[in-house]
């Protein structure tokens, strides 16, 4: 089975830095995904780890560590359309395509 | 590419009623996949087909619901008869295999109203 966790709900300040943490439990363990979704819509594809360490990509960046089951989307310089869900999705399933996703954090940016 | 097409985009039904959700994966991906999402139980999949082929549909809560893939460019989510309950949006996907990137992309969705 798989447990994945997420803070529910973040709010921080338009230019700021956030970080949204997850920290997951899978039968096994390709990479993990971060999806975001915006209210109303359909989740679009963030980043993929599969190695342990930092992947920067432009104002957002992707953590993982594999031994302790942790991972976390940081967001730099924050912008109004920034406010949305961010859902992480381990890859834990041995065909490669099956990943659950987490519950999701809701981040409201305010000005 | 147009990306994954869902249709209809709205629906809403009564209890009772079947209702047919349809979806059309990007061309040439080889893997789709059905979500249900809703506040309560948040992003889940239901069943997912690899060449047409279902895999996996451990996540179809029961046997109102059926799924089809006749061929590699559409796919049936059909719930007969409907309940209250399967009120959610659902959401089709599509990827491609043979890449080290897994990445799945969304349809914009199917918000289902059931009365």
């Known amino acids: 089975g798989q447990n994945i966790d997420q803070p529910t709900e973040m709010t921080a300040t338009e230019g700021a830095i956030v970080q949204i943490n997850c920290t997951y439990q899978?039968?096994?363990?390709?990479?993990l995904f971060w999806y975001q979704q915006h209210a109303g819509e359909a989740p679009t594809f963030l980043s993929y780890?599969?190695?342990?360490g930092l992947e920067e990509k432009g104002r957002f960046s992707s953590f993982l560590s594999r031994s302790k089951g942790y991972s976390y989307l940081l967001l730099k310089e924050l912008q109004m359309k920034d406010s949305a869900s961010y859902l992480c999705a381990p890859d834990g399933d041995n065909y490669g395509q099956n990943f659950v996703f987490g519950p999701g954090t809701r981040l409201s940016v305010l000005p | 590419d147009a990306g994954v097409i869902q249709s209809p985009r709205h629906e809403v039904t009564e209890m009772g009623q079947e209702v047919t959700l349809r979806c059309k994966p990007i061309s040439g991906h080889d893997y789709l996949f059905w979500y249900r999402q809703t506040m309560m139980r948040g992003l889940e999949l239901l069943i997912y087909?690899?060449?047409?082929?279902?895999?996996?549909d451990s996540g179809m809560p029961e046997d109102r619901f059926s799924a089809k893939m006749p061929n590699a460019s559409f796919s049936t989510l059909k719930i007969q008869p409907s309940e209250p309950r399967d009120s959610a949006v659902y959401f089709c996907?599509?990827?491609?295999?043979?890449?080290?990137?897994?990445?799945?992309?969304f349809g914009p969705g199917t918000r289902l109203t059931v009365l």
């Open positions: 087909f690899n060449n047409n082929v279902p895999i996996d």
């Open positions: 996907a599509s990827s491609l295999s043979g890449t080290a990137l897994n990445e799945q992309f």
């Open positions: 780890n599969v190695l342990d």
């Open positions: 899978t039968s096994g363990f390709n990479g």
